[in-house]
């Protein structure tokens, strides 16, 4: 990687965000789905709760940007392991750094995982952990029965239905149970319990993305967003591209450059979606008004050049990093 440090010093140092307020996506499927889940708690052992591993944590007293405070109340009354999924994407450097700082807001019980890998060591060590916690802990109206029942809870597209998935490979040898997509909202209400394991006999509750119905930073809704946790349209494609120009050039992660051809990092998204466009052959034919008449010319497709370098970085072509 060449060094841009020069380059680097004159960026920008905080994003401007004006006037934007990130949308707040909470439908209908989203408040029905939380009354399930709490609904279903007193037939639960364990609760597992899975987050992208790029927003794990800001700092020791505030909760890291991907953890909905709504699922706090069931935190506190089922054992609780933390799976911080998509660590293919994540620095990782950082596993270290992340897992003292959640020590320091009382949190133990961490896994670092790749759902999506066919085999992932992680993944086989989830089912030993779970009932590791479920035993050391009593069991009230369950405790004469023998099968385990955990749920499965975050915000939306962290990978979810991937880790009840990669369970089932792991201990049954069997396919995907529950359906998997790139896009928030695949999940919309809780399925019938899963079988993962056979020792012991274990279910898993799939339950939908839920969002709190209010975020409260700006700044946290943009790095939900950029994970692909809002839907795009919601939020803009253009200011999720510039934010994302805005954090890799912060971090000083400068793959883009040469993915996309641009000599040098730039601190200017309309000038690198311009470039990306015109590499990637994305254009289109808009009308002009000139003095002598309409005529039609070809212009860049900002838009469809934001949405590759959005889903390039989500697809780690960027580089690995941790937002947060």
Same mark, same amino acid.
Not at 78 to 86: E, G, S
């Given at each position: 990687?060449?060094?841009?440090?020069?380059?680097?010093?004159?960026?920008?140092?905080?994003?401007?965000?004006?006037?934007?307020?990130?949308?707040?996506?909470?439908?209908?499927?989203?408040?029905?789905?939380?009354?399930?889940?709490?609904?279903?708690?007193?037939?639960?052992? %364990?609760?597992?709760?899975?987050? /992208?591993?790029?927003?794990?944590? %800001?700092?020791?007293?505030?909760?890291?940007?991907?953890?909905?405070?709504?699922?706090?109340?069931?935190?506190?009354?089922?054992?609780?392991?933390?799976?911080?999924?998509?660590? /293919?994407?994540?620095?990782? @450097?950082?596993?270290?750094?992340?897992?003292?700082?959640?020590?320091?807001?009382?949190?133990?019980?961490?896994?670092?995982?790749?759902?999506?890998?066919?085999?992932?060591?992680?993944?086989?060590?989830?089912?030993?952990?779970?009932?590791?916690?479920?035993?050391?802990?009593?069991?009230?109206?369950?405790?004469?029965?023998?099968?385990?029942?955990?749920?499965?809870?975050?915000?939306?597209?962290?990978?979810?239905?991937?880790?009840?998935?990669?369970?089932?490979?792991?201990?049954?040898?069997?396919?995907?149970? @529950?359906?998997?997509?790139?896009?928030?909202?695949?999940?919309?209400?809780?399925?019938?319990?899963?079988?993962?394991?056979?020792?012991?006999?274990?279910?898993?509750?799939?339950?939908?993305?839920?969002?709190?119905?209010?975020?409260? @930073?700006?700044?946290?809704?943009?790095?939900?967003?950029? %994970?692909?946790?809002?839907?795009?349209?919601?939020?803009?494609? /253009?200011?999720?591209?510039?934010?994302?120009?805005?954090?890799?050039?912060?971090?000083?992660?400068?793959?883009?450059?040469?993915?996309?051809?641009?000599?040098?990092?730039?601190?200017?998204?309309?000038?690198?979606?311009?470039?990306?466009?015109?590499?990637?052959?994305?254009?289109?034919?808009?009308?002009?008004?000139?003095?002598?008449?309409?005529?039609?010319?070809?212009?860049?497709?900002?838009?469809?050049?934001?949405?590759?370098?959005?889903?390039?970085?989500?697809?780690?072509?960027?580089?690995?990093?941790?937002?947060?």
């Amino acid at each position: 990687m060449k060094l841009y440090r020069t380059l680097y010093q004159k960026f920008r140092t905080v994003f401007d965000f004006g006037e934007r307020e990130v949308a707040h996506w909470f439908p209908g499927h989203m408040a029905k789905g939380l009354r399930q889940m709490r609904a279903s708690l007193k037939n639960v052992d %364990c609760i597992i709760e899975i987050h /992208d591993a790029r927003i794990s944590f %800001c700092n020791a007293q505030i909760p890291f940007s991907g953890r909905n405070p709504l699922f706090q109340e069931s935190l506190d009354v089922r054992p609780h392991l933390l799976v911080l999924n998509k660590m /293919d994407l994540a620095d990782p @450097s950082s596993k270290q750094r992340i897992r003292k700082q959640l020590e320091k807001g009382g949190v133990r019980n961490v896994l670092f995982t790749d759902c999506l890998k066919q085999t992932d060591d992680s993944v086989k060590k989830v089912v030993p952990m779970v009932t590791a916690l479920i035993e050391s802990k009593p069991r009230f109206n369950r405790d004469e029965n023998t099968n385990y029942c955990l749920m499965v809870i975050g915000v939306p597209n962290v990978g979810k239905s991937s880790l009840i998935n990669a369970i089932r490979r792991t201990y049954l040898k069997k396919g995907r149970a @529950s359906r998997v997509g790139g896009e928030p909202g695949v999940t919309k209400a809780i399925l019938t319990r899963i079988q993962v394991c056979e020792r012991p006999i274990m279910h898993l509750l799939d339950t939908p993305g839920v969002l709190p119905p209010k975020i409260e @930073s700006v700044e946290t809704g943009m790095k939900l967003a950029l %994970c692909g946790t809002i839907l795009d349209h919601l939020v803009g494609e /253009d200011i999720i591209a510039d934010y994302l120009l805005y954090s890799l050039n912060r971090l000083e992660t400068f793959s883009y450059v040469e993915k996309y051809d641009l000599g040098e990092p730039s601190d200017d998204i309309q000038n690198v979606l311009k470039r990306i466009a015109v590499k990637l052959g994305k254009t289109q034919r808009v009308k002009a008004i000139t003095g002598v008449g309409n005529i039609t010319i070809t212009v860049p497709n900002y838009t469809a050049a934001a949405y590759d370098f959005i889903r390039a970085f989500r697809k780690g072509e960027l580089g690995r990093v941790i937002l947060d």
